[in-house]
């Protein structure tokens, strides 16, 4: 036989088996499981479920470049799926499978974490929204500082490409669970960045601001807490302000759509005055008496339409306390909720200078960690400080100190202007009318997507001239006034009911002309709004009713901002008492909870603003000196 006829009857011989086996028509098709991780990737992708000290275990995803080595550790825990978070694109490059805000740490050699928390998606245990710490509001060994512990010392000792280093960060939910990891810390936790962190849910984060309940809490109660049926309420895709309206109070809403078969949502139905169930959850009053040991940098957006509250919160307890053993710094950029870790180059109508998001991680947030996380030449440690970004003026800023300015009251006064000097005494007065409350946007009204995100820095001139607003204003500016800080509102305010919210906004009136801008030619941007409910005025634990005809001095305070008023423009205040239907309508009558009220319950009231004199409502302003 020669070698080319053996040669010949070899390839038959291998070709034949191939065209012999046909896959069987009728073969069950269902595969158990696909590793979308291919040979060819250039990241390592690795599952384990890392055990907790009461014996549950965590599911946690490991992502890192193929050939790390002596790197530190990025950790996040969530509970919005950590598969999810490590597969936002099926490629096998790493920094398309990231998301945008974590392509800049991988690309530089950080072993990036993804963890369940307990009870959600892959992790093992039950699950408690915000579950409290070890205490009167949680009789376990358990919580998110004990698992965030025992998570940060199996990784250190186990993922063996570590230098034993770890970080942890996240937005919003991950946000506090990073803060929940500075509470009796591992020796490894080395930096911590909390974003737009989940502090205090009754103060002014997600489930009520100052007393006034958000409605839209009750979407995300549907989709965190329930594993068939999960989303959003089934109300339909139509106006929300209407089908709000058309629900009654909160209770009678919860009740048409059987959320009160959720544990979570009969806790806040429950809970409408700040009690021990929400001052024992306050993360800033748990981390403010304690002593810091980690450096840790806290981030949120001048316009975060869902945790304003808690990062300036939290700063203002750390420094105060004279507990800090660890430098803090505090990060606020032109954003809605956790834009910081995408694009921030637009945010609605308003455009930007370049990335503000990229511009934050590059220049802040990566230096912050290098210089604590990297064994291999890590550059010095700056300075603890206060981040800013001054909008109006499109640049980034830096304060020793928050807040930068100093409080300068601006007057209501006659004739519908704001003066920078004490008027004479006055007034001005308004029917609200809980059956026609005022929008919080134009409607219809969607409280989801994009509509949301931007809806705080929409054009407020659909307010302005209602009957049941009041508008103050300004003559042109002929100087900047430039704010850093949280403007403290002073109301002197009288109401023929028993009860009464009231809404103010900060607003920036653009020229009426703007060919550079056509588009903001006259615009009314909102620099900050915050509500009000007048039960509150003698404290926050202290509901009372309020005395038809008396005259109260309502205080509190709007968002943290740095922004200029540039010449040209005028500064605006406006008042009201309802924002619907993101905060329930206040029925203006006495009832022991709004959360319940009845449909007879809500009436008409006059409210009535004071102003000059010594009943004078201003505006205090953080006035920085440029």
Known sequence: MTTLFRRALIVLALAAPVAAQQTPTMLNEQVKAYDWVRPQADFVRRTVMIPMRDGKALYTVILFRKGTHDAPILLTRTPYDADAATSRRRSQKLTEVVGVGDALFVDDGYIRVYQDVRGQHNS???????????????????????????????????????????????????????????????????????????????????????????????????????????????????????????????????????????????????????????????????????????????????????????????????????????????????????????????????????????????????????????????????????????????????????????????????????????????????????????????????????????????????????????????????????????PRVDLHAATTGRDSDFVVKLIDVYPEENAADPAMAGYQLAVGIEIFRGRYVHGVGTPAPLEPGRTYAFGWSLPNADHVFRPGHRIMVQVQSSLFPLYDRNPQSWVPSIMSASPADYVKATQTVRWGGNEASAVWLPVAAD
């Open 124 to 486: 093992q245990g039950d699950y408690v929204m915000n579950r409290p710490l070890r205490g009167p509001l949680n009789a376990t060994k358990v919580d998110h500082a004990t698992d965030a512990y025992d998570t940060i010392d199996w990784l250190v000792k186990n993922v063996k490409e570590s230098n034993g280093r770890v970080g942890v960060t996240g937005v919003s939910y991950d946000g506090f669970t990073t803060l929940m990891a500075l509470i009796d810390p591992h020796p490894a936790l080395k930096a911590a960045v909390p974003s737009s962190p989940m502090v205090d849910g009754w103060m002014g984060d997600d489930w009520f601001h100052n007393g006034a309940f958000r409605t839209f809490g009750f979407d995300y109660d549907l989709s965190q807490t329930v594993d068939k049926g999960s989303g959003a309420v089934p109300k339909g895709t139509g106006d929300d302000y209407a089908a709000y309206l058309a629900a009654g109070s909160a209770y009678d809403y919860a009740r048409a759509y059987g959320l009160t078969a959720l544990p979570v949502v009969r806790k806040v139905l429950e809970h409408p005055t700040y009690d021990a169930y929400w001052q024992g959850q306050a993360v800033d009053k748990l981390l403010g008496a304690r002593t810091l040991t980690v450096p840790t940098m806290l981030v949120v957006g001048q316009w975060d339409q869902e945790d304003s509250y808690g990062a300036p919160a939290v700063y203002r307890a750390l420094t105060q306390s004279g507990r800090a053993n660890a430098p803090v710094s505090l990060v606020i950029g032109p954003w809605y909720h956790g834009q910081n870790m995408g694009d921030g180059r637009q945010l609605g109508a308003l455009k930007f200078e370049g990335d503000t998001g990229a511009q934050f991680r590059s220049r802040l947030m990566k230096p912050f960690l290098d210089c604590r996380l990297k064994t291999t030449a890590p550059p010095p440690c700056a300075p603890a400080g206060v981040f800013t970004y001054a909008t109006g003026a499109d640049r980034w800023e830096t304060a020793s100190t928050w807040p930068a300015g100093a409080a300068t009251p601006l007057y209501l006064a006659g004739n519908a202007t704001l003066s920078w000097s004490k008027p004479d005494a006055g007034s001005d007065s308004y029917v609200s009318d809980p059956a026609k409350p005022v929008p919080m946007l134009p409607r219809p009204i969607t409280l989801s997507g994009e509509e949301w995100r931007s809806w705080l820095v929409r054009d407020q001139r659909f307010a302005d001239g209602r009957t049941d607003v009041l508008s103050y204003t300004t003559e042109v500016l002929d100087r900047p006034v430039h704010i850093k800080g949280a």
